[in-house]
């Protein structure tokens, strides 16, 4: 019973160019939420979304960042035209309907040259 | 003002020990979570809670809706403990909040 699979573990790009983070939430799972941990700093919400529907964006940056949720396939989180203070650390977790606990993946290691 | 606070920010306890780690919100919540996470990052989903009190092995999860305070304890805490500990609020919106966490050194 796999659990909530992020990739690539590390990813490193140089400024300007596009970061493409994955999560494959876990099976039966139809919510997907997805957080930034900035170094030396506690995980913040950024999007909140459901198989093809963003719920809750709120606390994602108004430019270059995007996110999906498609109907097949794993939930993208997309950044472009990367900048320094984009290096974190960035966390998927998923959960099923309703109030139910959330299963974090463990996470995506982006560093910016 | 973080919508939620924890205490104490950095923890070191004797192996043994009983520990508690405390986490006060500010907003009206549909439910509370303890999380851990490890030196390596990974963040593991300890309780979600709403109301009462929760068990599993060592660890206890209380909370207090009138107070809008919970706490974490560990029973006879082990190095393995060592990890930070982050208290997370969902209002009912569904959106998180996150408290900055408590970092746990159990020494042996």
């Known amino acids: 019973n796999a659990g909530v699979m992020q990739n690539p573990r590390h990813l490193v790009r140089r400024r300007g160019q596009e970061a493409r983070l994955r999560c494959s939430p876990m099976?039966?799972?139809?919510?997907v939420y997805w957080y930034r941990q900035l170094p030396e700093e506690g995980l913040k919400f950024m999007v909140y979304l459901q198989k093809e529907n963003i719920i809750d964006e709120s606390g994602m940056p108004k430019e270059r960042f995007s996110a999906e949720f498609p109907k097949e396939g794993p939930s993208i989180l997309r950044i472009q035209q990367v900048v320094r203070g984009d290096s974190a650390a960035y966390f998927c977790a998923s959960s099923g309907q309703g109030y139910q606990p959330q299963h974090f993946g463990d996470g995506t290691r982006l560093s910016i040259l | 003002k973080n919508e939620v606070e924890q205490s104490p920010q950095n923890l070191t306890a004797q192996e043994g020990e009983f520990i508690t780690i405390n986490c006060s919100y500010s907003v009206g919540i549909s439910a509370l979570h303890w999380l851990q996470q490890h030196p390596g990052g990974g963040i593991v989903s300890l309780f979600m809670l709403s109301s009462g009190k929760k068990k599993h092995g060592r660890l206890i999860a209380t909370i207090n809706i009138q107070e809008k305070h919970s706490s974490l304890h560990i029973t006879a805490s082990h190095p393995r403990d060592s990890a930070v500990y982050i208290c997370a609020v969902m209002n009912t919106g569904n959106q998180f909040y996150f408290g900055t966490g408590t970092s746990l050194t159990v020494i042996p």
């Open positions: 099976k039966g799972h139809s919510h």
